[in-house]
């Protein structure tokens, strides 16, 4: 397949590039894949309310039909085809929230495509705050399911060349708005349960969530390793974030990281290290592949540099990565969870 690439105007992309997402909004109507930048990762969208389309999507991804997908609204309006008996905790989330990195899970209406939901009797909802994806959603006129435009398995792209990285041909396009903001994708938190839950920490923090609707809880599966907790989220089950080279996360002092390096590279290991510029400045190593995420001043550094920081390795020669961890308050929460599924959960400990 031919992918079409248009380079679009991220700020007033209606006003400066109104003929590319003419076209790429033609493409979503005659149900075709096309993937976006939102304000998290780039989304692979396509009409939520055609099998066709959506299947579409697993394909090009080879996702598991039985991960449910996300559906991107621009208004509220367009909730009315979507869900029924949105309860009250859901209506302050989105007052506070949308258009914001937050995922709603909603007790779905008929006519969805059943493949959106995988089978499930919820559908998960969110308002993106991009104006690429905004003006894809208004123009089209549709509601658009999109997961995240990686490969099944590989970390979320971040640029439109990641996207291309993992799709070219084999969708019919990329509209490239330039990198992402939040660089993690949304929070997920479950509106239909008595209290709100989150099923997967992402760019809206709990602390966030809990000034709004009071006590959030969080899905027990994204504390537990073992399979005896089945997640929520059928996504969370999976491998995911993955570069090829093994990450193992690295827990303790530079000083810490720094005998790790040097013991794996006696043993012939090369090494690549994934950690804040702070860290890297202590490490004193040789013939070691440093690729800085961030700076410990502000985590959302971290978050948004994550993703491209996994996918670099994988043009370098290393064997074997070693990720610095992060406390896991506020952001921290969504960036170790992310950390945890690249590396398969492997920690070295001081
Ligand atoms: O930031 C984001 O959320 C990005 C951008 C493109 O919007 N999208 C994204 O989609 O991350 P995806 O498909 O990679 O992740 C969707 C997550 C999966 O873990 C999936 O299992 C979960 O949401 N999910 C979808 N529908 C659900 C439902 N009805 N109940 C529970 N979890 C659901
Ligand atoms: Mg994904």
Redesign the pocket.
């Known amino acids: 397949m031919n992918t079409k690439l248009w380079a679009v105007d991220k700020e007033e992309p209606l006003k400066h590039s109104y003929p590319q997402i003419m076209e790429a909004a033609g493409l979503l109507k005659e149900n075709e894949v096309v993937a976006f930048p939102t304000e998290t990762v780039y989304g692979l969208g396509a009409n939520a309310l055609s099998d066709q389309a959506v299947l579409k999507i697993f394909e090009a991804k080879g996702r598991p039909s039985d991960n449910p997908l996300i559906v991107h609204i621009s208004k509220l309006e367009q909730l009315t085809e979507l869900v029924d008996n949105v309860p009250e905790s859901a209506h302050k989330l989105m007052e506070a929230f949308w258009p914001g990195p937050l995922t709603l899970v909603l007790p779905k209406k008929e006519g969805v495509s059943q493949y959106v939901t995988a089978g499930l009797d919820t559908l998960a909802v969110r308002m993106p705050d991009h104006p690429i994806a905004r003006a894809l959603i208004e123009i089209s006129g549709l509601p658009l399911a999109a997961?995240?435009a990686?490969l099944s398995g590989k970390p979320?792209p971040t640029t439109a060349k990641h996207v291309e990285e993992d799709l070219i041909h084999r969708i019919a396009g990329i509209v490239d708005g330039g990198a992402t903001g939040v660089g993690l994708?949304s929070t997920v938190v479950d509106c239909t349960a008595e209290t709100p839950m989150i099923l997967r920490p992402g760019g809206v923090t709990k602390e966030e969530l809990e000034k709004v609707v009071g006590n959030v809880d969080v899905d027990p599966a994204l504390f537990s390793q073992e399979e005896l907790h089945k997640p929520k989220s059928p996504?969370m089950k999976y491998t995911?974030y993955a570069p090829i080279a093994p990450v193992y996360l690295v827990e303790g002092s530079a000083s810490f990281m720094e005998q790790t390096i040097k013991g794996a590279q006696l043993k012939g290991h090369k090494v690549g290290l994934l950690a804040t510029e702070e860290t890297i400045a202590q490490i004193q190593a040789t013939e070691i592949t440093a690729i800085s995420c961030g700076t410990k001043n502000d985590f959302a550094t971290v978050a948004s540099q994550l993703y491209d920081g996994l996918r670099a390795f994988n043009a370098t020669d290393v064997d074997v990565i070693f990720s610095e961890t992060f406390p896991r308050t506020g952001v921290g929460a969504a960036i170790m969870n992310r950390l945890e599924k690249a590396a398969g959960h492997k920690f070295i400990k001081e």
């Open positions: 997961p995240s990686n979320s994708e996504g995911h």
